[in-house]
């Protein structure tokens, strides 16, 4: 997770049992908020945000997937 500025809020859940899933979450600007969740064997997930007051919610729960 990697933020630049205010009031950014992020999270990434990965079960036990999530096996080769990777998360990443970018937030470049204000008030912004991502989750991640993976609870299946080899997801991607990516977020990217730039700007104010974005939103963004990603939920793996079968094997290979891919969120961009």
Known sequence: IE?????????????????RSTATVSQD????????????DDNTASVFQTGNDNSATTDQSADDNWAF
């Open 29 to 40: 600007g204000w008030s912004n908020t991502a989750t991640v969740t993976q609870t299946a």
């Open 3 to 19: 933020q630049v500025g205010h009031d950014n809020t992020a999270s990434i859940s990965q079960s036990e049992t999530s096996d």
